[in-house]
């Protein structure tokens, strides 16, 4: 299972496969980060497994709360991916779409009405 982290300056949103459809586990999440000083709220969203958390940024780090989830058992950050990296790979998958696109529209145009044109429908 994949964990995802988005954050933004005092903002940080995780998804956890531990709180998805756990109620239980999304109230400990909830008092586990509670507990910490510079966290300002704590929601967490079990349909989803969504945790966000505001915090004041000269109390607490981003670093200092995904520590304190790690510590939980809550967050794994081997398996962990990023909005960035999320964008990144959905950018990536469209880049090899459109190319293999343009070659299969290339390749038409050049064996069209040739015998090879059978070549280019299996391309």
Do not use: C
Not at 7 to 32: C, H, I, M, W, Y
Not at 71 to 91: C, L, R, W
Request: glycine share 8%; aromatic share 6%; no cysteine.
């Amino acid at each position: 299972m994949s964990y995802y982290v988005h954050d933004v300056p005092g903002r940080l949103r995780v998804k956890t496969p531990s709180v998805k459809g756990n109620p239980v586990k999304a109230l400990q999440v909830e008092g586990l980060l509670s507990s910490k000083k510079g966290v300002l709220s704590v929601a967490s969203n079990q349909t989803t497994g969504s945790v966000v958390i505001n915090y004041d940024t000269s109390v607490a780090s981003k670093k200092e709360i995904l520590e304190l989830l790690r510590v939980g058992g809550h967050f794994d950050p081997s398996k962990a991916v990023t909005n960035e990296q999320v964008i990144e790979d959905s950018f990536s998958k469209g880049g090899k779409w459109l190319s293999k696109a343009i070659l299969g529209l290339v390749v038409d145009r050049v064996f069209d009405g040739t015998p090879l044109s059978l070549l280019a429908v299996i391309l």
